[in-house]
């Protein structure tokens, strides 16, 4: 269905679409009103959504009357057609570039903060003009052309190291190793944690023999330096700082500790260069690069292109930093809302979390256990689809959904799935999940014997796994039906299956078993044989063996697995485990 261009605004889902935008956008009224800014656009421009709502552009953004961007929405207005420009806008002290156009429900506008693109281009046009102006001197100028050349290889590769890890301390390594020998002998990179404490980091130099009598003084220059040594200078004043001669009496100066003196004198420094690492107005660390006696001073090709380096080391480092913060409070959320398992007499339950190690570490997966009032043990095991912050949100309210209604209601698995199905549309949950749900009942055998039963539905979700107290694997199969959130009209039907004394059942998300190299059942294959292999086992053991057998180093999926001990009626629990400490797995309390 095409939607109506007169309407005022676009719909629900549209607006979702733009809001979620990473680039930032706004809609001004007839009267130059702001109708609509998304979030993106209310942050760079410094301001709020609802700071702007309803305001004039010229009021709020005087100093844009008369310039570029008012002659821009001016022009696409008058005629209607579209229209772009790049300009500086000095109150934000930001280059923007443009693009509007106009529609029924206002003139549209998106725009782009690209200071930071024409920084890096001005900086690759000064070191593009240094290799020119090298290249039309003489001998001694056209090696300097050929090295400048190595420099900016030097700076992608910087780029590229620094910025494929949030691992502070891996990324200052990485730049020590690609700045040495190019810009110097020998180097240090110095961070300051957030703590306010002084590391030296990243080292690195030319000569591996050399390399411990520097890991040496590194250690020691921290404590024993003086407060007018380069990186203590450079941390109190962030201004690059560059010694073409080292003397003797300005080394004993700069280090007064005889024990770091010492240390230094094997690595013979004749020159030394120190920058900032300054990110968002905030000094972060510093390096220092040293040269030996047959090196000398540095080159001003080699000064200009390490404070180049220096800003995009920065940058990146800063950038790590923000996003190792952003991943442990995405790990920290994840975790919260997976809260720890029932233990049920005569039922011992173990659960495991882990996150992807590729790209967000954060997903939708989840795993559930809950007594019905009636004293049967419900658990759910599921994953919303999704591998961000809004599917673990998502997750968290479909997981409330499941518990809150299986519950009340107290429903087979199957109802029960049905109901969370249409509860989901009916509340504009806006996910899609894959779910099992199964419940462990307290019935007769055919004797009349107590005996416990397992009853389960599916919506989408793999097949649960039966370990038999003889090692023997069953796949637990039930008519499967489609993920929850469609509001799907259909049946869904539940299996049942008895539970003996000593089994165990093992409910997992598809993280556990699904690889690009290979095909889901033979996936399901590997894990079944592992199953199998791990009978006997004590079940956070068994857990445990799951995650390292199935998944290695690099995990592409996060993965929830819950696993059920069956224990005769009569004996008393085993004796539980202490916690766990893992980041990546919740024990049974």
Known sequence: MIPDESAP??????????????RPMFVLDEEWRFRYVNPAGARVLDRTVEGLLGRDIWLEFPEAVGGPFEALYREVRATGGTGGTEAWFGPLGKWFRADAFLTGAGLVVTYDDVTEQRRIAEERAAAVDAREQAAAAAASAARDAERAGRHLMLLGDINLAMTSTIDTDEAVQRF???????????CIVTVLDPD????DVGRAHRDPELAPAMHRYADLRIAGTAATA???????????????????????AMV????????????APAAAAAFPLVARGEVIGGITLVNGRDRGAHTPVELRTAEIACRRAALALDNARLAAAQQQVAERLQLSLLSPPVQPDALELSVRYRPATQGIAIGGDWYDAFLQPDGDTVLVIGDVMGHDIDAAAAMGQVKTLVRGIGYDRRDAPAGLLRRVDHAMVGLDVPAMATALVARIELGVDDDGRPARRLRWATAGHPDPLLLLDDGTVLDLSAPVGPPVGIGWLGPRTDATCPLPDGSTLLLFTDGLFERRSMLLDEGRDVLRDLVARSAGLPLDELCDRLLAGMLGPDVEDDVAVLAVRVHPLAAERPAEAGPEVLPVALPAP
């Open 230 to 252: 380069p990186v203590q200078a450079l941390l109190r004043d962030p201004k690059p700082i560059v010694l073409p001669e080292l003397t003797p009496e300005f080394v004993h």
């Open 196 to 199: 306010g404490t002084r590391r």
């Open 176 to 186: 020590a190793e690609l700045v040495v020998p190019q810009l110097a002998d020998w």
């Open 256 to 267: 007064p500790l005889e024990e770091a003196r010492t240390a230094l004198e094997p690595l």
């Open 9 to 22: 605004m676009p719909g629900d889902l549209l607006l979702q679409a733009v809001a979620g935008m990473q």
